[in-house]
């Protein structure tokens, strides 16, 4: 059984910063781009970013670009999210997931279909 569980999220004040993790058990990473999403309140999850297989190539969502990077340890089965410059309108819980294809421009669906529980980011003004 697939299980993505992500960590790292809390409270933290605009400009602040902090480091998401995603481990994975029943799936080996290295297999598969990777991503991650967030969902605001009263919001549709959104698309945040994208590594390809071994983490030399990504892209992001422009609301993230220059803040947010992502990277991944394949030797830890695990993916990451720095944040940094934080402001208000990041607050969301947090999600990553592996991608069906990684194609330097996130659509819609190319998300697999194991979503954890997610972390949730509040970002105090």
């Known amino acids: 059984q697939v299980q993505l569980v992500e960590s790292g999220g809390g409270l933290v004040q605009a400009g602040g910063s902090l480091r998401l993790s995603c481990t994975a058990s029943?799936?080996?990473?290295?297999?598969?781009?990777m991503g991650w999403f967030r969902q605001a309140p009263g919001k549709e999850r959104e698309f945040v970013a994208a590594?390809?297989?071994?983490?030399?190539?990504?892209y992001y969502a422009d609301s993230v670009k220059g803040r947010f990077t992502i990277s991944r340890d394949n030797a830890k089965n695990t993916v990451y999210l720095q944040m940094n410059t934080l402001k208000p309108e990041d607050t969301a819980v947090y999600y990553c997931?592996?991608?069906?294809?990684?194609?330097?421009?996130?659509?819609?669906?190319?998300?697999?279909?194991?979503w954890g529980q997610g972390t949730q980011v509040t970002v105090s003004s």
């Open positions: 997931n592996a991608l069906r294809r990684y194609g330097g421009r996130y659509r819609i669906g190319d998300e697999l279909n194991y």
């Open positions: 590594t390809n297989y071994n983490g030399g190539t990504t």
């Open positions: 029943g799936l080996t990473l290295s297999t598969y781009p």
